[in-house]
């Protein structure tokens, strides 16, 4: 009975084997492999839990992108310039000895590039005023391709911004980020026309506020970044993880030419303020009083006999200028401005050039040992020259 029930178990195992060795042993080497790939859906998952705040913060700053970069437009100027056709027609005494004073000349147009930003669907654009001086010829370039001549508004050396107008129909416009919003460490993007390679984006960080650059502008209180700031870049945006716009990129601290991580913007509240001015009345207007002050140290105090207080040293003085009207004279010690003490030369411009001209202000101040106080009228801070 036993060996009647193994014979059948025995096909059975032989059957099997023979099915799996002609029905499901692996293909010959001459087929093609079936290559499996797996990839992300097409929906992006932008927003990433933070551990500690327990609030979605951007994995992916496209969105930011999407929203401000239509705004953000790329500058071509062009400057005609005039030469002889020889270089030593240069030389006047060249010229003396050869009788050349008529010497053939030649026209040749000098093209750089910049970036700007449009902060109103009017047409005004916001970029630095070295990205378009002394152009014959300004054209922005616009996102959607489009190519538009531009006319200057108006320029404001003093923090190297200006204002073009461009007329053109459906302008998109950035919005502005809040100044008080903005805080160290906060993700940044630049975007601009790097070398003229086309628009870019580069991502950083807020790397400090406030930073003073006396050789940029004595107004500004710039934005640094270590978002990857280039030739071209000037004038364009510095905009948050939102699409906001934060600042205007200005410069680069750089000893190759090239971006090493340390670049300059102008905030956005300034640029603000200066597009206002220039719109509306053609130049910013800046109060002024015209004493040069320095802060008076407890060695300046001992060296000239002086009473060793907070407070600024009028070092020196313009004639007729509205301090010198009102009777400050060179040695006095400014202590207060509108009965807000001051000590630091900056702090006292910033408070006075953002007066109107006309204004009363009263100015405390220590002469000879004793104190005084007198009313000057503010005056208009001369243009740069």
Known sequence: MTRFLIIPAVV????????????????????????????ASLTPTTLNRHPQRNQLEPVSYADAVDIAQPAVVNIYTGKIVTRRYNPLYD???????????????????????GSGVILS?????VTNNHVISEADEIIVALNDGRQVAASVVGTDPETD????????????????????????????????????VGQTVTKGIVSALGRSQDNLSAFVDFIQTDAAINPGNSGGALINA????????????????????????????????????????????????????????????ETFHLPDTPGLLVSGIFKDGPAHQAGIRPGDIITYI????????????????????????????????????????????????
């Open 12 to 39: 059975g195992s032989l059957v099997a084997a023979l099915y799996i060795f002609f029905y499901a042993s692996p293909q010959p080497q001459s087929l093609q492999p079936v290559v499996q790939i797996e990839e």
């Open 91 to 113: 030389d006047p005494r060249i010229r003396r000895y050869f009788g050349l004073n008529s010497a053939p000349k030649r026209q040749r147009m000098e093209r750089s590039l």
């Open 121 to 125: 669907e009017a047409g005004y654009v």
């Open 161 to 196: 911004l200006a204002v073009l107008f461009i007329e053109a129909p459906n302008l998109p416009a950035i919005t502005l980020a809040q100044p008080s919003n903005i805080r160290v460490g906060d993700v940044a993007l630049a975007i601009g026309n790097p070398f003229g």
């Open 242 to 301: 939102l699409g906001q716009l934060i600042g205007i990129n200005t410069a680069i601290y750089s000893k190759s030419g090239g971006s090493q991580g340390i670049g300059f913007a102008i905030p956005i509240s300034i640029a603000k303020k200066v597009l206002i001015e220039l719109v509306q009345h053609g130049e910013v207007v800046r109060g002024w009083l015209g004493i040069e002050p320095v802060i008076l140290t407890p060695q300046i105090a």
């Open 338 to 385: 509108n009965d807000k003490a001051i000590d630091d030369p900056k702090a006292a411009m910033t408070l006075v050039t953002n007066m109107r001209p006309g204004e009363k202000v009263a100015i405390g101040f220590i002469r000879e040992g004793k104190k005084h106080r007198l009313v000057a009228t503010v005056g208009s801070r001369p243009s740069p020259k």
